[in-house]
């Protein structure tokens, strides 16, 4: 997979060099490219951002660079375009395995007050927020979505298993995780998990999925 990101930050995307996403990098299981919008701007001054038409606090990404990165990046608009805005589409399960089927996205990351209207009109294909609430950027944003479809990439996590009973995956939160000592200051491993009892031990793990669903985010039972 393929993963390109216009922003003004892209020493920040560094971090993704590291674990099981920097691997991934490594083994070349997906690449992916920080492009710094300021390279394209026409802008002498290095300039990327104006205040906005209609007054209001703060500044706003202005569409020249941004739109010049992005077509530079995907000529051929070939690349699945997303912007991170607080406005977009909350990211969950089912966007993440959607995306993991791309070759090749192609990330707008924000920042200030936002970008121009008419940038996101033309070249942005979808918006995608993170949650509920507003960050300074759209770089951590974009991180969270390069580490959750990536690890649904082909041979990144090793093993395919490893995704199959983790939380969301069938729509409920995950159950809980034990290993060694046996006995950790008093606290004992469930003795299902020791039986041996294949049964046994996926109807204790479905249960406590359905517990934890219920008494954490009952709105994923719902439906």
């Known amino acids: 997979m393929r993963i390109d990101v216009a922003t003004l930050f892209p020493e920040m995307f560094d971090c993704l060099s590291y674990g099981v996403i920097g691997r991934a990098i490594e083994n070349k299981l997906i690449s992916v490219n920080a492009e710094n919008i300021r390279d394209h701007t026409a802008d002498k001054h290095g300039k990327c951002d104006d205040t906005p038409f209609g007054g209001g606090a703060g500044m706003v990404m ?16 070939k690349a699945l375009r997303i912007y991170m805005s607080p406005k977009g ?5 089912k966007t993440v395995l959607r995306l993991a089927q791309r070759e090749w996205i192609l990330i707008l990351c924000g920042n200030y007050e936002g970008v121009d209207q ?21 770089e951590l944003p974009a991180m969270v979505l390069i580490n959750a479809v990536a690890r649904y990439v082909k041979g990144v996590l090793g093993s395919d298993r490893s995704t ?24 004992e491993v469930p003795e299902v998990l020791l039986s041996g009892d294949h049964a046994a031990i996926a109807k204790w793990r479905r249960e406590k999925q ?14």
């Open 164 to 187: 199959d009973e983790e939380s969301f995956s069938d729509g409920l939160l995950e159950y809980p995780q034990y290993t060694r000592p046996r006995n950790f200051l008093g606290k």
């Open 118 to 138: 008419r940038v996101i009109d033309e070249d942005i294909d979808e918006e995608i927020s993170v949650g509920d609430y507003v960050l300074t950027g759209g």
């Open 210 to 223: 359905l517990e934890i669903t219920r008494l954490r985010r009952p709105d994923l039972l719902e439906k």
């Open 89 to 93: 589409k909350t990211l969950d399960q």
């Open 62 to 77: 202005t569409p020249q660079p941004i739109h010049d990165t992005i077509n530079a990046l995907d000529p051929d608009r």
